[in-house]
Antibody, heavy 120, light 110 residues
Framework: DVHLVESGGGLVKPGGSLRLSCAGS????????MNWVRQAPGKGLEWVSS????????FYADSVKGRFTISRDNAKQSLFLQLNSLRVEDTAVYYC?????????????WGRGTLVIVSS | QSVLTQPPSVSGTPGQSVTIPCSGS????????VYWYQHVPGTAPKLLIY???ERPSGVPDRFSGSRSGTSASLTISGLRSEDEADYYC???????????FGGGTKLTVL
């Protein structure tokens, strides 16, 4: 069964940092573009960042640009998100998501998410 | 505020059909494929519909999607209690580098 598992969330103070990880299993991770999507409490889904298979096309939502960094390690079937200069409004469940093959840039597989709480 | 507009909630009784609308614009729904996701809080969101009308393997044919102009809809027929979840529409948008989502619709099976 293919799946994605996120980890690394937790409680952090404003201005702090966290590194999220996402491990892919039972599929060829290196052939898929990957994304991070978040959901703040009581809110809808918000796209955060995307990275292609070779890490040479990387994009961020304006709300996180300059503070978050996406990366991947295909050999370890892993996706990462470095969160710096965290703000209260970054509090959310962060999901990693696999991009469907075929160029649509939407997702066919998601993880269960990891919760990030930014609070003093 | 989400780019795509969905009603916050819909409800139905077992066996009924419900339709969840999703409204966008020419830069998203009007020019790109629409996807639908089912999300039970605490679990991984699940792809229900892709490319307006297609179902991944394993998704029952009770779930169907459509698109007309800048609007799309998800119809669930033969409602079951296990269909209770949040449903999100999504599409690429020419104005942003990533997808845009609806605010989500909570389906209650009475």
């Amino acid at each position: 069964d293919v799946h994605l598992v996120e980890s690394g969330g937790g409680l952090v103070k404003p201005g702090g940092s966290l590194r999220l990880s996402c491990a892919g299993s039972n599929f060829t991770f290196s052939t898929y573009s990957m994304n991070w999507v978040r959901q703040a409490p009581g809110k809808g889904l918000e796209w955060v960042s995307s990275i292609n298979t070779r890490s040479n096309y990387i994009f961020y939502a304006d709300s996180v640009k300059g503070r978050f960094t996406i990366s991947r390690d295909n050999a370890k079937q892993s996706l990462f998100l470095q969160l710096n200069s965290l703000r209260v409004e970054d509090t959310a469940v962060y999901y990693c998501a696999r991009v469907i093959q075929g160029g649509d840039f939407l997702f066919d597989l998601w993880g269960r998410g990891t919760l990030v709480i930014v609070s003093s | 505020q989400s780019v795509l507009t969905q009603p916050p909630s819909v409800s139905g009784t077992p066996g009924q059909s419900v339709t969840i609308p999703c409204s966008g614009s020419n830069s998203n729904i009007g020019s790109n494929y629409v996807y639908w996701y089912q999300h039970v809080p605490g679990t991984a969101p699940k792809l229900l519909i892709y490319r307006h009308t297609e179902r991944p393997s394993g998704v029952p044919d009770r779930f169907s999607g459509s698109r007309s102009g800048t609007s799309a809809s998800l119809t669930i027929s033969g409602l079951r209690s296990e269909d209770e979840a949040d449903y999100y529409c999504a599409a690429r948008d020419a104005a942003v580098r990533g997808p845009v989502f609806g605010g989500g619709t909570k389906l209650t099976v009475l």
